[in-house]
T-cell receptor, first 115, second 113 residues
Framework: ETGVTQSPTHLIKTRGQQVTLRCSSQ?????VSWYQQALGQGPQFIFQ???????GRGNFPPRFSGLQFPNYSSELNVNALELDDSALYLC??????????????FGSGTQLSVL | GDSVTQMEGPVTLSEEAFLTINCTYT??????LFWYVQYPGEGLQLLLK?????DKGSNKGFEATYRKETTSFHLEKGSVQVSDSAVYFC????????????FGTGTRLTIIP
């Protein structure tokens, strides 16, 4: 049990729609990162938020956006969904004091299918 | 940019066999190196880590040594168990002010009783 919960666990959308995925971090975790894990691949870094501001972004287009809230929850929003957006989306949180990511906790993910 | 290359799977072994999963990396600077494990239906869990050259990470009988000269971080275990069946990911962090992890593609390990 990592204390990081994601919702929903599964989601089906159609191409062109918009989706919001949610993550609830442990109390005190002021850093949250989102990853996309396509089938048979390793997770790819989307972006990170620290104290409600974006603090690093991977190679993803602007239609991937995020929000972080003071209550240790966060959202990943994806606009204009494409078929290739089908993947497992992982949220990871930490207290921002990690050295070598040893205190990075992952949720179980949201499986998004785009039809 | 940074990258991680893992040996392709799947890997199937008998219980008590010796395990090696190869991992090499490309990075600028001095990255930290990790092995994560993903059990079915669960999130990623940190298995072990090493933050500088020649460090050895170890946990639950697994070991990996940070080899800067060969840019490698191979995962080993002397005697695997059925409960070790999972997907294993090698990853690195560039330590440049955020906690971005770069992952390999993962290796699915199945242990047969």
């Amino acid at each position: 049990e990592t204390g990081v919960t994601q919702s929903p666990t599964h989601l089906i959308k159609t191409r062109g729609q918009q989706v919001t995925l949610r993550c609830s971090s442990q109390s005190g975790h002021n850093t949250v990162s989102w990853y996309q894990q396509a089938l048979g691949q390793g997770p790819q870094f989307i972006f990170q938020y620290y104290r409600e501001e974006e603090n690093g972004r991977g190679n993803f287009p602007p239609r991937f956006s995020g929000l972080q809230f003071p209550n240790y929850s966060s959202e990943l929003n994806v606009n204009a969904l494409e078929l290739d957006d089908s993947a497992l989306y992982l949220c990871a949180s930490s207290d921002g004091k990690a050295i070598g990511n040893e205190k990075l906790f992952f949720g179980s993910g949201t499986q998004l299918s785009v039809l | 940019g940074d990258s991680v290359t893992q040996m392709e799977g799947p890997v199937t072994l008998s219980e008590e066999a010796f395990l090696t999963i190869n991992c090499t990396y490309t990075a600028t600077g001095y990255p930290s190196l990790f092995w994560y494990v993903q059990y079915p239906g669960e999130g990623l869990q940190l298995l072990l880590k090493a933050t500088k050259a020649d460090d050895k990470g170890s946990n639950k009988g697994f070991e990996a040594t940070y080899r800067k000269e060969t840019t490698s971080f191979h995962l080993e275990k002397g005697s695997v168990q059925v409960s070790d069946s999972a997907v294993y990911f090698c990853a690195l962090s560039d330590n440049f002010g955020n906690e971005k992890l770069t992952f390999g593609t993962g290796t699915r390990l199945t242990i047969i009783p």
